[in-house]
């Protein structure tokens, strides 16, 4: 799995999606948080502040509020 990417898969991606990333995850890097961003077309992106990798655990009540207004 080292070596794997789907990096050339994600233009494919149509489904509305949502990325989440706490600006304090040190598991994946701003890039391919960027990259996720960029490369799927209908993406929204909220980058949460004081937080790491879990941002369901770390800030639960704002994931929530995340999700649901994603979902809405």
């Known amino acids: ?3 794997w990417s789907g990096e050339q ?3 494919q991606i ?3 999606t ?3 990333w706490g600006d304090r995850d040190r598991t994946y890097p701003w890039s391919q948080t ?3 961003w960029q490369e799927i077309s209908k ?3 909220a980058v949460v502040p004081g937080c790491a990798h879990a941002v369901h655990a770390e800030k639960t009540e ?3 509020l995340l999700v649901s207004d ?3």
Do not use: A, I, P
């Open 43 to 45: 993406t929204s992106l």
């Open 18 to 20: 949502l990325v989440l």
């Open 70 to 72: 994603f979902l809405e």
């Open 1 to 3: 799995m080292h070596s």
């Open 9 to 11: 898969n994600l233009s």
């Open 34 to 36: 960027h990259m996720l």
């Open 14 to 16: 149509r489904q509305e």
């Open 62 to 64: 704002l994931f929530q």
